[in-house]
């Protein structure tokens, strides 16, 4: 049997330096736009920061999963699940709306290096998300048809850490775009 | 050597053939490790073919002074997609492709721990080099930046083709493929082991692979958002890279060489390995200093993420920075020493026999301590900002990709051959393909080395007729041919082999690692039984038990 738990733990190692290497992109660029819009100008951090609550709150409803289906849950185990998967929804739906307004302000990731480095370091984020939520339908299609009984599952674990991880860059993401901005 | 073979009967399980059962389809759709290993083996052979046309037709042009033979425009292409092939489509795959077939073997394992993951590995590799291969198709034709890629060269204006653009989404599949090989050689050597092989018995192969793998996992990345924002400077017309408008060329600098340089070693590290499988059984002798060479590794691996901007002394960092990313480099040469002395220790009053392997090998350490000294020259900033660009940086890294990554491949390949077709290689043929590539060799790149110090620039598509520059640069020409030549012999030697070679059984050098108790080739199982682990050299000790490796090891059953 293959360790699987070990393999996602080093592939999120894995894509924490490819993460770092965006982060440190935005870093080097902040401070150094001449003209047109920054972080300061352009952004609300409130709108976001609750946006954020909701993609939080989705590592613990996942952790709730994850107990429920050690303690052989099932039917708890598919509604935490559910409630995750509409949790990240709420998350991506939140940066779709932030990204739509910057775009009719004509702030994009051509107009100048805050857009290049913002729109990547997000954008990369809400694929990962996008990524973690079309992994987590499967896990709850499967569950619906009766994967997943407890006491272990293999798959549900391994997404989980996924899911966490990707929770945790935004946290750093967050604090780099937005904190950073508005509240140092 | 050939006294020592025993008489053995044809063997029970025949290479997997394209004529049996499913045809392609069984390799096309095969998930186990031996048949991707060898699919990586051939892969790589055809690039390598592919990446040496490309270098004999820029020796061609630079065969005398102000020749006309390829245009600069093509010259331009021809080495940029040179460099490329030879480092993403040729040592890399291949030292991965032989770590695949390898190390689930020399662990005694059945498969690696991902078997599916494995194909993926190796067909992204495929998909990745048809991509930047295609790109000699468009219009425009193929990318011409150089394999370093710097912006703004590989930016717009300055590149409108859509060369750049191939080459970014190519190497950014061969890198996905990267990391999840890295991932799989991890968890498969971290927890596939078979019982009593513990971390201090696994073959120094092996954890030439894991030290790489992990470089793979953490270094990869970093390359890959660089390409990721290359590819948005280029599609939707972001400025990470493009000084015009915002952006920063020197970034691109850090974030490629931050890559870069660990890179070089993810390409020679397995090398080492492969080395110090064969020096110790071709010596008769176990290797000397085992701890020794796997913990410089380690160090190796820890220092080479921290000399990045020695690529960078001519941009004008400022001098702390140049002393630090100096002194920091020269460290490198002292795990990479404690190797030297350990192979030549392993060979020290060893009953060595010069098989084709053992005098790759030994040619190896030779060729590699001379790149690896030229290496220690120009890491002082000194020394950088004379030869800098110049040929002496060409004959200085070929002298170890070369010298160093492709005489251990060539070794690795006459060692293993055996076990991969069950046949061994023609002794005469790889005498003549080892001093031919001698000859070619040094030819082609020791007179490089004057070339750079006497101001010829790397990159360049003609020269002017200045004193020595003509005949030296047709020595290395004619040097080239040779090399081209003995590439030859060794396909020869490859494809006659494969079909009469002399039958090999299970272990004709009287080898001691795990892969040599398997049948050649192993059987698709690998192992009926896998023989006991306790030590390092289980086969030696399943031989002699009257004299093990570790008297007092505990039995693991």
């Known amino acids: ?184 | 050597m050939s006294r020592r073979l025993p008489l053995v009967p044809e063997n029970t399980e025949p290479l997997p053939s394209l004529k049996e059962n499913q045809g392609m389809l069984a390799w096309v759709s095969s998930v186990d490790h031996k048949q991707i290993g060898l699919m990586y083996l051939m892969v790589t052979m055809v690039f390598f073919v592919v990446g040496g046309l490309e270098a004999l037709l820029m020796r061609i042009q630079l065969s005398q002074p102000e020749f006309n033979f390829i245009s600069p425009e093509v010259y331009n292409q021809l080495f940029t997609m040179h460099g490329t092939t030879m480092i993403f489509f040729v040592v890399m795959p291949f030292l991965i492709g032989v770590g695949v077939y390898l190390v689930p073997l020399m662990i005694g394992a059945r498969d690696m721990a991902f078997p599916r993951l494995n194909a993926l590995s190796f067909w992204l590799v495929v998909f990745g080099g048809i991509l930047i291969y295609y790109s000699f198709l468009t219009q425009s034709g193929a990318p011409d930046m150089g394999w370093f890629a710097y912006s703004p060269l590989s930016e717009k204006p300055f590149s409108l083709n859509k060369g750049p653009t191939y080459w970014a989404l190519g190497l950014l599949a061969t890198g996905i493929s990267s990391v999840a090989s890295g991932l799989n050689n991890i968890v498969t050597i971290l927890t596939m082991r078979t019982p009593g092989m513990t971390m201090r018995r696994i073959p120094l192969f092996v954890w030439m692979i894991l030290v790489t793998s992990f470089l793979l996992i953490f270094v990869i990345p970093i390359i890959a958002s660089a390409f990721a924002m290359m590819l948005l400077d280029r599609l939707l017309e972001a400025t990470f890279f493009t000084p015009a408008h915002g952006g920063s060329a020197i970034l691109w600098q850090h974030f490629f060489w931050g890559f870069g340089h660990p890179e070089v070693y993810i390409l020679i590290l397995p090398a080492f390995g492969i080395i110090s499988e064969v020096i110790p059984v071709f010596s008769r002798k176990p290797i000397f200093g085992y701890e020794f060479v796997a913990g410089s590794t380690v160090a190796i691996g820890l220092l080479s993420l921290g000399v990045w901007a020695h690529h960078m002394f001519a941009v004008g960092l400022g001098d702390v920075t140049n002393l630090y990313f100096s002194l920091a480099s020269m460290l490198i040469a002292i795990p990479t020493g404690v190797k030297v002395l350990n192979w030549v220790a392993t060979m020290w009053g060893g009953k060595i026999i010069f098989a084709t392997p053992m005098l790759f090998a030994t040619a190896f350490i030779i060729e590699f301590v001379m790149g690896g000294i030229t290496g220690v020259a120009i890491a002082s900033v000194p020394i950088d900002w004379v030869v800098t660009d110049s040929y002496f940086i060409v004959a200085h890294f070929h002298y170890v990709l070369y010298g160093g990554s492709m005489f251990a491949i060539f070794a690795g390949v006459y060692y293993w051959f055996p076990k991969f077709t069950g046949r061994m290689m023609s002794e005469t043929l790889g005498k003549w393909h080892f001093w031919l590539t001698i000859i070619g060799f040094n030819m082609t790149f020791f007179v490089q080395h004057f070339l750079g110090v006497m101001g010829m620039p790397r990159r360049i598509y003609t020269y002017q007729d200045f004193p020595y520059w003509g005949s030296m640069n047709l020595i290395s020409t004619i040097g080239a041919v040779v090399l081209a030549l003995s590439v030859l012999v060794f396909m020869w030697n490859v494809h006659v082999s494969r079909k009469r070679g002399k039958k090999a059984g299970n272990n004709p050098w009287d080898a001691w690692t795990l892969e040599w108790a398997a049948a050649s080739p192993p059987a698709v199982h690998n192992f009926d039984l896998v023989p006991p682990v306790r030590g390092r050299r289980p086969l030696w000790d399943l031989a002699h038990p009257e004299q093990p490796d570790e008297p007092n090891a505990k039995v693991v059953d």
């Open chain 1, 1 to 184: 049997m293959a360790d699987n738990k070990m393999l996602i733990k080093f592939f999120v190692a894995s894509e924490s330096i490819f993460f770092i290497m965006l982060i440190l992109a935005y870093v080097n660029f902040k401070g150094t736009v001449v003209d047109g819009p920054t972080a300061e100008s352009s952004l609300n951090p409130y709108v976001t920061g609750i946006f954020s609550l909701f993609l939080l709150a989705s590592s613990f409803t996942i952790w709730l999963a994850g107990k429920s289906l050690r303690a052989k849950n099932h039917t708890m185990m598919k509604v935490w699940l559910l409630v995750t998967i509409v949790l990240g929804a709420i998350f991506i739906f939140g940066q779709g709306r932030e990204w739509a307004g910057l775009i009719e302000q004509n702030i994009t990731i051509s107009r100048n290096v805050f857009g290049t480095t913002f729109f990547t370091l997000t954008g990369f984020h809400g694929f990962h998300v996008c990524v973690g939520l079309i992994m987590l339908s499967i896990l709850l299609g499967l569950a619906l048809f009766g994967d997943f009984k407890g006491p272990r599952s293999d798959g549900v674990e391994v997404i989980s850490i996924y899911w966490h991880f990707v929770d945790g860059v935004w946290i750093v993401v967050y604090s780099v775009i937005y904190v950073w901005a508005f509240f140092l």
